[in-house]
């Protein structure tokens, strides 16, 4: 089974490289800009992870590095952008949905 192309929102990449250093990846960065990083585990160094880039410039994440991929959003949970509408309460993605609520319109000012 082919399982869905997992991703790395691009303002979340920072958090990711930390997360894997702390979690005993190292992390090169390389010269071409549709791979930018190259990724692997101090314990299997001939084992390199290539990232690469979708059209957002968000991470596409390769299938051996899935699970450490999940852990990190399951980490990263509370620092992602989810906001309540000021108006209806509807929590959502700020930076998904460009600050406005999807389900009343209501912009959320971040002030
Ligand atoms: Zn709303």
Known sequence: MKLSQLKIERQLCGAFIFYLKNNGYVCLPSKNKQQPYII???ETPDM???IE???FGHWKIPELLRNVAMEFSTASTP??????CTK???????VTHNFYCPECNEIYVPF
């Not at 620092?79 to 309540?84: C, E, Q, R």
């Not at 209806?88 to 700020?94: M, R, W």
Request: overall charge neutral.
């Open 48 to 50: 390199t992870h290539i």
């Open 53 to 55: 880039l979708d059209q």
């Open 79 to 84: 620092y992602t952008p989810i906001k309540k």
């Open 40 to 42: 692997y585990h101090t």
């Open 88 to 94: 209806c309460s509807h929590e959502f993605n700020v």
